[in-house]
């Protein structure tokens, strides 16, 4: 079963494409997953946080960041969605400076 989630965004690709790079950096520093771009708009995001084995995609379009992956199980299903949505959103928000996101 995969699992999937879409965020929307107001952002030219360019700069969807830089603030999804920065949510990488963060998620390598502060949690020890693996980011890999495979292509200008793809990244494949592996490893373990906590007990989750994470596997997935990242993919960045215009209007939209789509993530597919490996789904984590009942138990924490939510708490991914939830997490991935919250990051997502913030790293999206073109409110908020690139500069200004963490990567750590």
């Known amino acids: 079963m995969a699992f999937e ?3 929307k965004h107001s952002l030219t690709v360019e700069d969807a494409r830089a ?3 920065a949510l990488g950096e963060y998620l390598q520093n502060k949690h020890g997953l693996t980011v890999r771009w495979t292509g200008d708009d793809t990244a494949v995001i592996s490893g373990k946080y906590l007990v989750v084995t994470i596997e997935g995609s990242v993919v960045v379009e215009s ?13 924490w ?20 400076a690139l500069e200004a996101l963490p990567r750590r």
Request: glycine letters at 16%.
């Open 5 to 7: 989630l879409e965020q």
């Open 77 to 96: 299903r939510g708490k991914a969605r939830d997490y991935l949505s919250h990051k997502l959103g913030k790293y999206l928000d073109a409110g908020v």
């Open 19 to 21: 603030r999804i790079a």
């Open 63 to 75: 209007g939209k960041v789509r993530f597919s992956g490996k789904d984590p199980g009942m138990l």
